[in-house]
C-alpha cells in the first residue's frame, strides 16, 4: 500500500471527519500553509510548540488531560481534587520512586498510572502545579464529554 501524499491525506481526513469543526479548523490551517508563498513553519501555523520546553509543557498537559479522563469525578473540582490526590500518591507513596529511570511505565500499568508517569515525566520529574491548573485541565476534560 503507498502512502498517501500530503493532498490526498487532507483529502481523507477532510471526508473522514472535516465536519468537525476542530479538524476544520486544521485542515484550514494547513490549506494556508500550502498555498502561502512565504510559507513560514507549518508549525506556526498549526500553534504546535516551538521549542524543546514548550513542547514539554505541551506534552505534560496532554498526560494530565489522559488522567483526568480515568477519574471517576461528580464535577470538576472534585475532578482536580481527585487529580491532585492520585498525584501526590503517585509521586510519594505510588510507584514513582521504582519507575523514574525508565523511558516507559510498566506493560501492566493502568492507564491513569501510565499517563501520571508521562505528565511527570514531562514535568522533570516532580509535579509542582496550583489547584487552579489542575482545575483547567480537568474542567476542559468534562466541558468535552459532558
Known sequence: MNTPDGFDLLERMRAAAGHIPEVAE???EAERWIEDSTAASLQVYLRFPDSPARRRLYLRNKWLTKAAREIKASGPTDGANKLRQE???FL??????????EERPPKDA???REALFFAVKFN????D???RW???IVGSVWRRNF
Open 134 to 136: 489542575l482545575q483547567d
Open 129 to 131: 502545579l496550583s489547584g
Open 26 to 28: 486544521f485542515l484550514r
Open 87 to 89: 498525584l501526590d500518591a
Open 124 to 127: 522533570g520529574g516532580q509535579l
Open 110 to 112: 493502568t492507564p491513569l
Open 92 to 101: 510519594t507513596r505510588g510507584p514513582w520512586f521504582m519507575w523514574r529511570e
